[in-house]
């Protein structure tokens, strides 16, 4: 069992500290102009990706949020840029791909993510 | 049609065993049209028509009357030009020559006077070459209304000339007393800087002006709608029109009204659609036979398009074919000329002329096969053939360079017919002709079938503006699809 959330080897077990956050969604606007809800932050990462390419520096494969929009629901719930996403309304985000990951963020309206944070839930 | 026959006899002392062969260019005649008819205005064979007369008169490209249009305004100018030219001459001779009588001490020359007539015979000589670099040539066009530019710098010359001897009699032929040599220099000196200066204004008119483009223009060729563009600069409709034939001759391809329709192999189906009814046969099936029938023709009527695009892939295909015939066959004929530095042979050696000949009959019956596929048989005669061929083995060139006349249909001098002293064009135009040139002006140039429609459109005006790009915001991020918005 390790402790170490930033370099967790999908499958593997592991146990750690972690950030509960409620997000609830906004209404907004797409780019065609139709009415969706959104959470104001992009995500980056997930098992077919390659984290030696990331331009941010991560170490795993895990879901890795990579910009928080201003003022926008994620920011007031919490969520900050390079957080961890480590599980979303119970589902597991430590052994996803990125579609199937953009997929379980946008199945509900609210999200309850747990988040592992660097200097806080780990040195 | 003229029949052209020509016969070639190869002699036998090129050891060719004393064959004569004989080489015939004849026109294809295949429905070309019935031609067998002549028809004219005669009612007997006697009688002259009405359609000769008109004829003879439009015969003009020779008559001393069009010689002498066609001279007349350069003419005009030319003398005005050396009257003006000898005029300050003249007047610092005067009184040198003892026609009027001046006092021996007023004509002294001191060295001021002296310098002022160096002055005076060098810019008088600079005058001369200029003028003679310029202006001294044969006219290029003869143009239905005047050269207006040109007219205006003669009157100018004119004027100025007059003016001045005006001035030199009353002044200095009235006041005998008083005048001294250094002001007669002087005057003619004065002279000859407004000559200097009139001449430059007839650079900038005559020939600096219409050189800036500032219109384009496209010309259209009618019978087989080849077109090109130019640009021009601001010309009147008639200079305009002589700068446009000069492009023509230089750049359009040369126009064969033999190839108007292509020569086809097959003998066209006289019926496109036709009808028939079965008289005699069984009534029963009536119907269904017209149906058919008439499905047929429709059938065959729209695929007439079909035909034009299938004739034309078969003849270019025969002409390639006979193409590649002919080269090869050149090839091999110019293989058996050899320079006689290079290699001692069995054969006497001979001037280019007779080598042409000797040479000649290998390739005549390809090179006779690609011109009548081409329809090129009126343009070429065999003496024409036989000296180009003796020029390019005289100057060492290759079988390829050879046949370029004969592959190579453009431009329209590559023609040897063509090259007339003189050539008649008619100009249509709905504005008078010494207007200058406009957005929308269309003019038409007309000889023989031949007519090119020209028109003249503006050329837009670019508006340049500076976009400044920072070198240092000239930065690039690599953006990797695996971060999705949420």
């Known amino acids: ?123 | 049609r003229r029949v052209s026959e020509m016969t070639a006899g190869v002699g036998g002392d090129g050891g060719m065993g004393g064959e004569v062969i004989e080489v015939q260019i004849l026109p294809q005649d295949d429905n070309w049209g019935d031609n067998t008819t002549a028809i004219t205005g005669n009612t007997s064979v006697r009688s002259e028509s009405f359609q000769d007369v008109t004829i003879i008169g439009r015969d003009q490209e020779t008559g001393v009357t069009f010689t002498c249009q066609r001279y007349v305004g350069s003419a005009l100018c030319a003398l005005v030009a050396f009257l003006a030219f000898l005029s300050p001459i003249a007047m610092v001779l005067i009184p040198r020559l003892n026609v009027i009588k001046l006092k021996s001490e007023h004509l002294k020359c001191d060295s001021e006077c002296d310098g002022l007539l160096i002055s005076f015979s060098f810019k008088l000589l600079i005058l001369l070459l200029g003028s003679w670099a310029l202006f001294f040539r044969q006219p290029k066009a003869t143009m239905p209304r005047i050269f207006i530019f040109r007219a205006l710098v003669t009157m100018l010359i004119f004027v100025f000339t007059f003016s001045y001897w005006l001035f030199y009699v009353v002044r200095i032929l009235e006041n005998k007393e008083e005048v001294r040599y250094r002001s007669i220099v002087y005057f003619a000196v004065s002279l000859v800087d407004a000559l200097l200066f009139i001449h430059y204004l007839a650079v900038i008119l005559l020939e600096l002006r219409h050189l800036t483009p500032q219109y384009a223009i496209k010309v259209l060729r009618s019978p087989d709608g080849e077109s090109r563009w130019y640009s021009i600069g601001q010309l009147s409709v008639q200079r305009a029109a002589a700068w446009v034939l000069e492009k023509y001759y230089h750049d359009f391809p040369i126009y064969n009204p033999y190839l108007d329709r292509l020569p086809s192999k097959k003998k066209h189906s006289t019926n496109s659609s036709f009808k028939y009814y079965d008289v005699d046969g069984n009534e029963e099936n009536v119907e269904g036979q017209t149906r058919a029938v008439l499905t047929a023709s429709a059938r065959r009527r729209d695929s007439s398009h079909n035909e034009r695009f299938y004739e034309e892939h078969e003849y270019e295909r025969r002409v390639r074919k006979r193409k590649a015939r002919l080269i090869t066959a050149a090839d091999e004929a110019f293989t058996h000329i050899k320079r006689m530095h290079e290699e001692q042979g069995p054969s006497a050696p001979m001037d280019p002329h007779e080598a042409a000949q000797s040479i000649f009959p290998s390739l005549a019956r390809a090179l006779q096969k690609y011109l009548r596929i081409t329809r090129q048989q009126p343009r070429h005669t065999m003496d024409s053939i036989l000296n180009h061929l003796s020029v390019c083995l005289a100057h060492d060139m290759s079988p390829r360079a050879f046949l370029e006349k004969y592959l190579v249909s453009s431009p329209i001098l590559q023609n040897d017919k063509e090259h007339r002293g003189v050539q008649s064009w008619g100009l249509v135009c709905d504005q008078l002709l010494s207007r200058p040139i406009n957005n929308g002006t269309i003019f038409q140039l007309r000889q023989a079938d031949v007519c090119l429609l020209c028109i003249v459109s503006h050329m837009p005006h670019f508006s340049i503006a500076e976009e400044i790009i920072h070198p240092k915001s000239n930065k690039f991020v690599l953006r990797l699809n695996s971060e999705t918005s949420v």
């Open chain 1, 1 to 123: 069992m390790t402790t170490r959330a930033f370099s967790h080897e999908p499958g593997t077990a592991m146990e750690c500290l972690s950030i509960p956050i409620t997000l609830e969604k906004e209404a907004g606007l797409d780019e065609h102009g139709r009415q969706v809800l959104k959470c104001g932050f992009k995500i980056g990462g997930g098992i077919d990706q390659d984290f030696m390419k990331s331009p941010q520096g991560y170490t795993d494969n895990g879901i890795y949020c990579t910009e928080v929009h201003d003022g926008s629901a994620a920011a007031r719930a919490g969520l900050r840029v390079h957080d961890k996403i480590l599980q979303c309304n119970g589902y597991d985000f430590t052994m996803v791909t990125h579609k199937k990951a953009v997929d379980y963020i946008k199945k509900h309206p609210v999200l309850n993510l747990l988040v592992a944070r660097k200097g806080v839930t780990h040195s």
